[in-house]
């Protein structure tokens, strides 16, 4: 592995909820999010939209489109980490099925505005992984109540 050049080495970075030297900071490979991929979604679909942004001459329009995008996508994604996190074999059963792999594909891709549109085979895979999620109950109802 090459080394980081000093002066890039030397800046900070936010990691794990503090301020470390770049050259310093290391994510486990045991780390939920470098095991499961954790905002690659969201990652690919800011992209898309950044540079649909940037051709349009339009980039007020990125953060717009972005919330409008995200809004029904991060309450999909809360429910099947929820469903992964507490069944995690089952989940990935349902998760493995071609039928969701191709209903995530045409969210990234953009075919598809959000997971309530699916039809057919899709809709049934996402409506498995939901129907894990509410077996698995709502992980952040004590924190809410706490907050109260």
Known sequence: MSAVPDTLADNLCYLNGEFVAMRDAHVSVLDRGFLFGDGIYEAFLSARL???????????????ELRRALS???????????????????TYVVVRTPY??????????????????????RRVSMRMVEAIARAAGNPGKPYKAAET
């Not at 191709?102 to 997971?115: H, R, T, Y």
Request: glycine share 8%; aromatic share 8%; net charge negative.
């Open 50 to 64: 950044a540079a649909e942004a940037v051709v349009a001459g339009d980039l007020e329009a990125y953060d717009r």
């Open 72 to 90: 029904s996508q991060l309450a999909a994604a809360w429910g099947a980490k929820v469903a992964l996190d507490r069944f995690p074999r089952l």
């Open 100 to 121: 969701l792999w191709k209903a995530v594909e045409s969210l990234i891709g953009g075919e598809v505005p959000s997971p309530s549109a699916m039809r057919g085979l």
